[in-house]
């Protein structure tokens, strides 16, 4: 009971920060950093939008009305003024970072804020993440910024300490469900959550592309790896370099839940997830892995 009358108290502490921010918008305070963290990555973006109308409603009412041309744009994805930025690869890198900063400095079309919300800002290079610095403390003028990411204690110490800080807990499976489209198949959805290990983040990264050719590909690997045969990778390949680490997640998930864990299989597919980020080859990376494991 303790622990859910806790979880309960985040979530409304969750709605107290975001009510927070819309009224210091409202007086011309809102600060032009804001870091959400925890939860998972649909929640933050749907919050960051939910600001960003909020900020850039034309009706003149307290929340947004949904109605207007501005709310509109927003809730289709067309405002020129609000933007989702997504990383182009496996890292946020320092071209990417400096090809929005240019949009980031353009004056405003037609909103009262320009709203950025920069998914998965844990994946920024060493690079890229002083390159957005540099905009941090030299901000446009009615600009809002908002980091969104999972584990924010990876992100720069000079980056943290200037943001304004949200914290999404992590949902339990059915709320998660809850928060998810209702187009979305529920047991896929339960499929996901399950792989995941219950991290939404990655299970909603599984929905995405797929639960069947996620288990399918898992299951390959492991069935080659069992078997010692290494010809039955090459059915594998090839895969998006964002794809692998995903796979290689849900390995070290599956190593980590066996019963007998095996210490340097674990250490060999954290080894494979950091070369991936690195931005090696995903072939390599998954081939000289399975050549581990096979001994």
């Not at 960003?52 to 709310?71: F, K, L, V």
């Not at 339960?190 to 399918?216: C, D, M, Q, W």
């Not at 045969?229 to 998006?240: I, Q, R």
């Amino acid at each position: 009971m303790q622990a859910k009358e806790s979880g309960s108290s985040r979530r409304f502490n969750v709605n107290i920060a975001l009510h927070l921010i819309e009224k210091a918008a409202q007086e011309g305070r809102l600060a032009h950093l804001l870091l959400f963290h925890g939860g998972s990555g649909p929640e933050r973006r749907k919050a960051g939008l939910e600001i960003a109308r909020r900020i850039n409603c034309t009706s003149g009412q307290d929340a947004p009305c949904g109605h207007c041309p501005s709310c509109k744009k927003i809730l289709s994805g067309n405002h020129p003024d609000v933007e989702v930025v997504k990383p182009a690869k496996a890292s946020i890198g320092i071209e990417q970072i400096l090809d929005w900063q240019e949009r980031v400095y353009r004056k405003h079309y037609e909103g009262n804020y320009k709203v950025f919300i920069l998914e998965e800002a844990d994946k920024l290079t060493i690079p890229a993440a002083n390159a957005l610095l540099k905009v941090i403390e030299e901000p446009p003028e009615r600009t809002l910024i908002v980091l969104s990411a999972q584990n924010a204690e990876v992100l720069l110490p000079t980056i943290q300490s200037r943001a304004q800080a949200v914290y999404f807990p992590f949902r339990g499976e059915e709320e998660w469900l809850k928060s998810l489209e209702e187009s979305l198949d529920p047991w896929e959805a339960r499929e996901a959550f399950r792989l995941s290990s219950h991290n939404p983040e990655l299970a909603y990264e599984i929905l995405t592309l797929g639960v069947e050719k996620v288990k399918e590909w898992v299951r390959g690997f492991e069935q080659a790896v069992e078997e010692g045969d290494f010809l039955k990778l090459f059915p594998l390949f090839p895969v998006e370099k964002k794809e692998a680490e995903l796979y290689l997640h849900i390995l070290a998930l599956g190593t980590a839940q066996k019963h007998q864990v095996n210490p340097q299989a674990m250490l060999a597919v954290g080894k494979a997830i950091e070369q991936i980020q690195m931005q090696a080859n995903p072939r390599l990376v998954i081939e000289g892995l399975a050549l581990k494991l096979f001994q």
